[in-house]
């Protein structure tokens, strides 16, 4: 079997009946990655050539651990894997090597996976763009002098162009959306605590940011959330998720799917993103579901403020010692030193009113899905943008005030830690690939991914149109 080309779940199939050997994936999996890496730079901390065949002739020698046993994964850079670097896209840590595996992690790990070595991501993962000083650019395969998106870009990349059969990043700020999105490729945002985070430091206050899966089939994405799911009894709000690789393939009932476009205006978006998205929400309708367009549901600026309030908050809580080592601080990208200054400058209260338009815009949501049961915004406001940009300074005119005032369009979902799953939609005249973010109430993980695979077997977008060699 073509390794690059096989979905997750046929190659598990085909490791336990014996058709193929760990060992012959692994070589197929290196010499791929020895073959495409280069141009692209999606996976970086490449372990050895020999330690990961011995590792993959134990595969074939042992018990199967689960469904990934054999299967080589890569792990984004912002999560620790023992015996592995953990730069995080900073000078401050490149070459420091993790003592253990993180939750998500070892359950990969205890699933079977073997782990190659990492996945490129931003400098602490800050910035939907994945570059940094450690290791470079990951370049668009669709196109190598584009953006890959992020942070999970090395991610998608690695999914996109075959090296990896299923991939994990993480999700603040449209992190496993927006490079899917741009990679034509399925990214998952799981309901906040379905996917447990590490139990250090505050496990009460900060509930942006989550893990989740990524992969080139819904199904392949519903098999490595489960694997990814399940409280920790040392954290403080796990929710026990459903079974979703075991419902995905039951069509899911007739979805009354609520579009939202630029939020009456509020949102800029560069030219054709729009088209191409109604353009999937009729396939949608096509077939057999009720498709409306929805007015803005609440006020865009409150959200936004309320967003970066809380992000910076956040940074700073996680950052902020990092800022006042003066022998570190300049190691800071500007994006970072930005939100840890905001962060350290606010007061209670400001935090609190922040909290209070997040709970606003949450009640709203609870009405919404009263009448509604997926929301659906694009999941980017610009098509990929050259590589050696920092950042969108503009879209269609309107200039953009913060680094990641250009991703607003993922903060209605993040904000509240709604699920989410990005599907691919297609390609724009310039040739790029764009995706939709399809958003239901928290704990809807498992019918989103139901709607996500009745899409794929209607579309097949990453399977039709992979990017060429």
């Not at 080589?72 to 023992?82: E, G, H, Q, Y």
């Not at 970072?336 to 815009?361: C, K, N, P």
């Amino acid at each position: 079997m073509d390794v690059s080309e096989s979905s997750a779940l046929a190659l598990s199939a085909a490791l336990a009946a014996g058709e193929v050997r760990a060992v012959e994936v692994m070589q197929a999996t290196l010499a791929h990655i020895d073959g495409v890496n280069g141009a692209v730079n999606a996976i970086v901390s490449l372990r050895d050539t020999d330690d990961l065949l011995a590792e993959a002739k134990a595969a074939d020698g042992t018990a199967r651990k689960g469904w990934l046993h054999g299967i080589p994964i890569a792990i984004k850079d912002l999560a620790n894997a023992k015996g592995l670097p953990t730069s995080m896209g900073s000078p401050l840590f490149a070459g420091q090597i993790a003592a253990k595996d993180e939750i998500m992690v070892a359950r990969l790990r205890a699933a079977g996976a073997l782990i190659i070595g990492k996945t490129n991501t931003p400098e602490f993962g800050l910035g939907s763009h994945t570059f940094n000083p450690v290791h470079g650019a990951t370049r668009n395969p669709y196109d190598l002098e584009k953006s890959a998106g992020g942070s999970s870009g090395g991610a998608a990349v690695a999914l996109a162009t075959g090296m990896l059969t299923v991939a994990d990043g993480s999700d603040m700020m449209g992190s496993l959306r927006n490079p899917a999105g741009w990679n034509n490729v399925y990214g998952m945002r799981p309901s906040w605590g379905t996917v447990p985070s590490e139990p250090e430091g505050d496990i009460f206050l900060h509930q942006l940011a989550t893990c989740g899966p990524m992969a080139r089939t819904p199904r392949d994405l519903a098999a490595l959330l489960d694997t990814m799911t399940g409280a920790d009894p040392r954290q403080p709000h796990g929710v026990s998720p459903a079974d979703s690789l075991a419902q995905i393939d039951t069509p899911p009932d007739r979805q009354r799917i609520a579009w939202l476009g630029d939020w009456d205006g509020a949102m800029p978006f560069e030219g054709g993103i729009l088209t191409l998205s109604e353009a999937a929400l009729a396939q949608m309708q096509n077939m057999g579901h009720m498709v409306s367009s929805l007015p803005a549901p609440f006020d865009a600026e409150r959200m936004w403020e309320s967003w970066i309030t809380l992000r910076s908050w956040a940074m700073a809580g996680n950052m902020g010692t990092l800022y006042q080592d003066a022998d570190k601080c300049g190691f800071l990208k500007a994006a970072a030193q930005w939100e840890i200054e905001r962060g350290l400058a606010m007061d209670a209260m400001t935090v609190h009113h922040a909290s209070v338009a997040r709970s606003d815009w949450f009640r709203t949501t609870t009405q919404l899905f009263e009448d509604n049961d997926v929301l659906v915004l694009p999941s980017a406001q610009v098509w990929p943008f050259d590589v050696d940009k920092v950042h969108p300074t503009e879209i269609a005119g309107v200039q953009m005030d913060t680094y990641h005032r250009w991703m607003q369009v993922v903060i209605p979902a993040g904000l509240l830690g709604l699920p989410v799953v990005n599907v691919p939609i297609g390609f724009g005249d310039n040739g790029l690939p764009a995706g939709l973010q399809l958003i239901g109430p928290r704990g809807s993980d498992a019918r989103l991914l139901q709607l996500a695979q009745e899409w794929h077997g209607a579309t097949e977008w990453p399977q039709r149109y992979p990017p060429k060699p």
